[in-house]
């Protein structure tokens, strides 16, 4: 499914992380899945969480610069080439995969969190697996 | 040695006498062929008769950059087009740059200056001069170029970036003099110094200009390559390098009064202070004839001294230089304003976001750093999209200020905000 992802810009040193993480803390955010992405300089932070406009609100007053990206979840089953077959599909369709991490819940299991050129068709040639 | 001492060495009383009468008949010439300067007099109820001293200078209005930019390219000429032979350029605050012209003659008494001031150093025309300034729209190759030829120095034209081959041509020519920014004669004398050449070298002097530097700098060059290195001074608004330059007395820098006289002014009040006190330099090129410059402002600041030096030149003498009246930085030799960052930032965001400038000095080397706050208008959540952000903004500084800086995006509210009167701008260098 399409679910909305919240980026958040960090500068890459000791501190920034654990500010951030405490912002959404105080604000009763949960997180379900986290990328952090690193150059030399700078970050970003990506999260899943259960209220994504709450959590992009509480981080905008504290003075951050994020966004609300719309990324796909995609389930996996615990088989060979799952993961493998979904990428096929996508690509194939001349699809550009930006990023992707994993996630795990105890309630849906594990499933990728995939950001690609064209998320709309992305998730509609997904859903045909 | 003294190049012109009918000149170089004339009296106070000479010097004011012919300055005063240059003055006369260039004002008549820019008042009857260019417009903007009889528009400029007509405002203030003067004709070309009121001007018959040098002291009636006061009565005249300043010229600015922002004029120079207003007119470009060819608004302040006053010879036919025609007669023009030369253009030099340097950067303008914003996107487009100052245009300077220039006539055959105005090429020659360049090229006098340049010789007056090597000849200063010590130079003749047994010497092998390597011109290591940039040859181009930036007046220092050239400038540097045709002044040795007409002193009659045998002349190679290096020009800049490629300090392997300078060297080699430095120890195989047997060159005796050379000609480029102090700081990059210390990153020559490094690599010297790490090929174990400094002995191979017949360097003996160093004509250093174009940014500011300090005496330590110029005790560490004289020390590390066993020469003289000497402070010449211009600005490409005026003429380029050769305005003036400093003797082996050091007792300031030398200012070629019959061509370019120079005035100390209190940059707020915008009135002429007596000899000796600090203010802003302002300068009339009393002999230019393509684009004639009345009381421009040069924006620097520093006093004058008068009085005979030891080497007996009797011409006014530039004292340190003290800082800027404005917010110009030198970085590696070329003028940079915060408000070309501010250009290239929105043309690249759309809008100008938060930024800080920094520069330092690193191993005799300017360092030129810009941050950027990150906002949501240019965040994404894609590395390739912030770095090309980055490189983007990198590219259009260098297209507009003609030198590269480091970018850095920075997360929002961690730059200094502005507060009245914004400040963007960190030197670090201490070079005042």
Redesign the interface.
């Known amino acids: 499914m399409l679910i909305k992802q919240l980026s958040v810009f960090l500068e890459n040193k000791p501190g920034t992380l654990e500010e951030a993480l405490k912002i959404l803390k105080q604000a009763g955010i949960n997180i379900e899945a986290l990328s952090l992405a690193d150059t030399s300089e700078f970050g970003l932070l990506r999260v899943i969480v259960d209220d994504p406009d709450k959590a992009k609100a509480a981080m905008k007053a504290a003075g951050y610069t994020s966004s609300l990206n719309e990324v796909i979840s995609a389930p996996l089953r615990q088989e060979v080439g799952s993961l493998s077959g979904i990428i096929q599909k996508i690509s194939s369709a001349g699809i550009n995969v930006e990023y992707m991490y994993a996630s795990s819940s105890s309630t849906s299991g594990a499933s990728m969190i995939i950001k690609t050129s064209d998320p709309a068709r992305a998730m509609e040639i997904i859903s045909m697996l | 040695m003294i190049w012109n001492e009918t000149k170089e060495c004339m009296s106070r009383d000479e010097i004011a006498n012919l300055q005063g009468k240059r003055l006369h008949s260039q004002i008549s010439r820019v008042y009857h062929n260019v417009e903007f300067y009889r528009k400029k007099m007509q405002q203030l109820g003067i004709e070309p008769g009121d001007i018959q001293t040098i002291d009636d200078i006061v009565k005249l209005p300043f010229t600015t950059y922002e004029d120079l930019r207003d007119n470009y390219p060819y608004g302040l000429l006053a010879v036919p087009r025609t007669e023009i032979v030369r253009v030099q350029a340097s950067s303008g605050t914003t996107g487009k740059p100052k245009l300077l012209c220039y006539t055959r003659k105005d090429i020659d008494i360049w090229s006098e200056c340049v010789a007056r001031a090597m000849t200063m150093a010590g130079l003749t025309r047994d010497d092998i001069l390597q011109v290591g300034y940039g040859y181009g729209l930036f007046t220092g190759g050239l400038g540097a170029h045709y002044g040795a030829e007409n002193l009659g120095a045998m002349v190679i034209p290096m020009s800049t970036g490629n300090t392997q081959k300078l060297i080699t041509m430095m120890i195989d020519c047997e060159v005796t003099a050379i000609a480029c920014t102090p700081s990059y004669l210390l990153h020559v004398a490094e690599a010297l110094e790490a090929q174990g050449l400094v002995d191979k070298i017949k360097l003996k002097y160093a004509i250093c200009g174009a940014e500011p530097w300090t005496d330590a700098m110029r005790d560490q060059i004289e020390k590390r390559l066993h020469i003289k290195a000497f402070d010449i001074y211009g600005l490409t608004e005026i003429m380029g390098p050769g305005v003036a330059c400093d003797c082996e007395y050091r007792k300031g820098l030398h200012i070629y009064e019959d061509h370019f006289y120079p005035e100390i002014i209190h940059p707020e009040t915008l009135e002429q202070l007596p000899h000796g006190e600090l203010g802003e330099l302002c300068i009339t090129t009393l002999t230019k004839e393509g684009m004639p410059l009345i009381r421009y402002r040069t924006r620097d600041l520093t006093s004058l001294e008068y009085g005979k030096c030891d080497c007996g030149r009797t011409m006014a003498r530039i004292q340190r230089f003290r800082g800027r009246s404005d917010d110009m930085l030198v970085i590696r030799g070329v003028n940079v304003f915060p408000s070309q960052v501010e250009h290239a930032l929105l043309t690249v965001a759309g809008t100008t976001p938060n930024y800080f400038i920094t520069v330092d000095r690193v191993n005799n080397n300017d360092t030129f750093d810009v941050a950027i706050?990150?906002?949501?208008r240019f965040?994404?959540?894609?590395?390739?999209v912030?770095?090309k952000l980055r490189s983007d903004v990198e590219a259009a500084i260098h297209q507009v200020v003609g030198i590269k800086a480091k970018v850095?995006?920075?997360?929002?509210?961690?730059l200094p905000h502005s507060e009245g009167k914004t400040k963007h701008v960190e030197d670090k260098r201490k070079l005042v």
């Open positions: 706050e990150v906002e949501e965040f994404s959540d894609e590395v390739r912030l770095e850095k995006l920075v997360e929002p509210n961690t």
